[in-house]
């Protein structure tokens, strides 16, 4: 399967948004073996509601994995970037 590397996350960084996507054409893999790992300013974020960052399917279930959203919202100058095995 393929795998991203460095991949700017897609959103707008202003200090109030919290939900950011990877690009259109892409689906990640979310599952026991399979992760996103996104980074905020290159520092590994941490999964889960109480940490840094939760996963969606932005079509509803089986659609395929495209979402993160951070527990707090980057500020302008800020940068996200994620590591993904694509969902082919």
């Known amino acids: 399967m393929p795998r991203r590397l460095n991949v700017e996350l897609v959103g707008t960084i ?51 994995f495209d979402t993160v959203t951070f527990t707090f919202a980057p500020k302008v100058g800020d940068r996200l970037t994620a590591d993904y095995d694509l969902d082919v």
């Open 14 to 64: 202003n200090g109030a948004n919290m939900v950011f996507t990877v690009p259109a054409s892409d689906k990640f893999l979310q599952d026991a073996l399979h992760q996103i790992q996104p980074r905020y300013d290159g520092r590994d974020m941490f999964v889960g509601a109480s940490n840094d960052y939760t996963v969606s399917e932005s079509g509803g279930v089986g659609t395929g």
